[in-house]
T-cell receptor, first 118, second 110 residues
Framework: DTEVTQTPKHLVMGMTNKKSLKCEQH?????MYWYKQKAKKPPELMFVYSYEKLSINESVPSRFSPECPNSSLLNLHLHALQPEDSALYLCASSPAPAGTSGRAYEQYFGPGTRLTVT | DAKTTQPTSMDCAEGRAANLPCNHS???????VYWYRQIHSQGPQYIIHGLKNNETNEMASLIITEDRKSSTLILPHATLRDTAVYYCIVRVATGNQFYFGTGTSLTVIP
């Protein structure tokens, strides 16, 4: 199984709502990532988890709260978002955090969640 | 933090080789070059990566210049399904991060 799944596929939420995005992989990967992609722009890294611990936060506003409950799951909790947060949110995973062996591993991406904030 | 420069768009005739260039003139010795593509509204798809040597897999070939300041992704026989945005990414081997550049929008023409 080389698939990263994301739910939901589409999400519409108001600025006062609380919602969560979910990401799951069963490849035994120990690094997981959240990216944000605006229309016609490249993906932008938001968060990196290594061995279930947050290792990188790219200065993301606190209204985005990541969580990694176990090695297969990654959540992104959303609260008090703004319309400009509307975007495609991509999850990815890789076999291991690079650095343990010097080898660089490819990232496997999910299909994304299309988020619209009204 | 993107360290790559790519042409904004390119066209290629179906059945011909598509050659996509990437400039990474500030690349360091332990940084890998990765190529991904993204078909409209889907997640990025891994194509190939390399450090110093040229690489080939079932999808493409990667040619890295001797000074490692640039590389070329070659799709040997482009099909309509290869129409996508192609991203060249430089990644440190000891880090987890991918920083995407602006990418090249490749259109394969019948």
């Amino acid at each position: 199984d080389t698939e990263v799944t994301q739910t939901p596929k589409h999400l519409v939420m108001g600025m006062t709502n609380k919602k969560s995005l979910k990401c799951e992989q069963h490849m035994g990967h120990r690094a997981m990532y959240w990216y944000k992609q605006k229309a016609k722009k490249p993906p932008e890294l938001m968060f990196v988890y290594s061995y279930e611990k947050l290792s990188i936060n790219e200065s993301v506003p606190s209204r985005f709260s990541p969580e990694c409950p176990n090695s297969s799951l990654l959540n992104l909790h959303l609260h008090a978002l703004q319309p400009e947060d509307s975007a495609l949110y991509l999850c990815a995973s890789s076999p291991a955090p690079a650095g343990t062996s010097g080898r660089a591993y490819e990232q496997y991406f999910g299909p994304g969640t299309r988020l619209t904030v009204t | 933090d993107a360290k790559t420069t790519q042409p904004t768009s390119m066209d290629c005739a179906e059945g011909r080789a598509a050659n996509l260039p990437c400039n990474h003139s500030t690349i360091s010795g332990n940084e890998y070059v990765y190529w991904y593509r993204q078909i409209h509204s889907q997640g990025p798809q891994y194509i190939i990566h390399g450090l110093k040597n040229n690489e080939t897999n079932e999808m493409a070939s990667l040619i890295i210049t001797e000074d490692r300041k640039s590389s070329t992704l070659i799709l040997p026989h482009a099909t309509l399904r290869d129409t996508a945005v192609y991203y060249c990414i430089v990644r440190v081997a000891t880090g987890n991060q991918f920083y995407f550049g602006t990418g090249t929008s490749l259109t394969v023409i019948p």
